[in-house]
């Protein structure tokens, strides 16, 4: 079974802290994925990467940045997290091309006071 | 935004099968169309998916139209497990780029009643 693994389910952060998540799948995938989820805006991406070093922004890139060193590992870094910055992330990994499934992590709440 | 438009809630009886619609009458030639389900604090599980042809597996049937703008999934026999927010999503076919990605929208709350 493909496995995805996030560093924590749950975090707790102060306003301008830099916040670090980290995603690592089993799979040898080659497209992983971070989104956001909120109450009443389902799932938003944030940014995706196809290969290592290679990213692309999502739909709601603005206060947040990537890094994916090794394909297994795609980090989501909150440079100066804000209240708004509250919220449930998402980790997700496929096989290269998009027709493939993707495969989510167990996410982690993030909030930041 | 979303392309698919989906009921908000339903309830279906334990051991009945529960029909999901879902209508998206703007897909493409190259779109598929997926199912993903979220249980309660999981992230969101994938089902099935399909281009034009009816597609079966161990977790569900997808039927889509043949004017491909609707289709349903069906999960035979329900479960109180099987109670979850489950997501229709339409995907273009290629590779690399903003194309794979997934657009969630509100979905479907499908509760299983015992």
């Known amino acids: 079974d493909v496995k995805v693994t996030q560093s924590s389910r749950y975090l707790v952060k102060r306003t301008g802290e830099k916040v670090f998540l980290e995603c690592v799948q089993d799979?040898?995938?080659?497209?992983m994925f971070w989104y956001r989820q909120d109450p009443g805006l389902g799932l938003r991406l944030i940014y995706f990467?196809?290969?290592?070093?290679?990213?692309e922004k999502g739909d709601i890139p603005e206060g947040y940045s990537v890094s994916r060193e090794k394909k297994e590992r795609f980090s989501l870094i909150l440079e100066s997290a804000s209240t708004n910055q509250t919220s449930m992330y998402l980790c997700?990994?496929?096989?290269?091309?998009?027709?493939?499934?993707?495969?989510f992590g167990p996410g982690t709440r993030l909030t930041v006071t | 935004d979303a392309k698919t438009t989906q009921p908000p809630s339903m309830d279906c009886a334990e051991g009945r099968a529960a029909n999901l619609p879902c209508n998206h009458s703007?897909?493409?030639?190259?779109?598929?169309v997926y199912w993903y389900r979220q249980i309660h604090s999981q992230g969101p599980q994938y089902i099935i998916h399909?281009?034009?042809n009816n597609e079966t597996n161990e977790m569900a049937s997808l039927i889509i139209t043949e004017d491909r703008k609707s289709s349903t999934l069906i999960l035979p026999h329900a479960t109180l497990r099987d109670t979850a927010v489950y997501y229709c999503?339409?995907?273009?076919?290629?590779?690399?780029?903003?194309?794979?990605?997934?657009?969630f929208g509100k979905g479907t709350k499908l509760s299983v009643k015992p």
């Open positions: 799979m040898d995938h080659e497209n």
């Open positions: 997700a990994s496929s096989l290269g091309g998009t027709t493939y499934e993707q495969y």
């Open positions: 990467s196809y290969d290592v070093k290679m990213k």
């Open positions: 999503i339409v995907r273009v076919v290629g590779y690399g780029g903003s194309q794979g990605n997934l657009i």
């Open positions: 399909g281009l034009k």
């Open positions: 703007t897909i493409s030639g190259n779109e598929y």
